[in-house]
């Protein structure tokens, strides 16, 4: 489910709190990020870019990009195997399911992943990022 951030004053005051200047460029593609994408890569931000916002170029995609992650704001995630980095607007702790029929990538909540280690007390786990990879089933209320 996407955040609920349509409005400019509630996406430029998040980029204010995180200490962002929040530009026209940087409200329009974390609005983007926040309402409409589901981890999109550079690339489909600039063609969203293209449609919505005239003139926006793919370095500017970028350094925007790069400031929403060093702000906590967005996640990058790289997906084993594949060449193109996708961005997550959802910053809570949580995994990922790769559809490999649609290349969607799904949010799952960490409380429904359980993950254990008995690893040796030299290796310091800073962070887990599980990625599954499988086919989801289709439901009557997906389409």
């Known amino acids: 489910m996407k955040q609920n ?7 430029s005051g998040r980029l204010e709190t995180a200490g962002v200047i929040p530009t026209a460029q940087r409200i329009a593609i974390y609005r983007y990020l926040l309402c409409e994408a589901n981890h999109p890569t550079a690339e ?8 919505n916002f005239p003139k926006l170029s793919l370095a500017t995609v970028y350094n925007t990009l790069n400031v929403l992650i060093e702000a906590n704001l967005l996640k990058e995630v ?4 594949e060449a ?3 961005y997550d607007s959802n910053i ?8 490999e029929d649609s290349g ?9 992943v359980e993950v254990t280690s008995t690893l040796a007390k030299e290796f310091q786990v800073h962070d887990i990022q599980v990625l599954m990879r499988g086919k989801r089933q289709k439901t009557r209320t997906q389409h």
Do not use: Q
């Open 5 to 11: 951030g349509s409005d400019n004053k509630l996406i």
């Open 44 to 51: 489909e931000i600039k063609t969203w870019a293209d449609k």
């Open 78 to 81: 790289k997906v084993p195997h």
């Open 84 to 86: 193109k980095i996708l």
């Open 92 to 99: 809570s702790y949580h995994h990922h399911f790769l559809d």
């Open 104 to 112: 969607e990538l799904v949010d799952i909540p960490s409380e429904l």
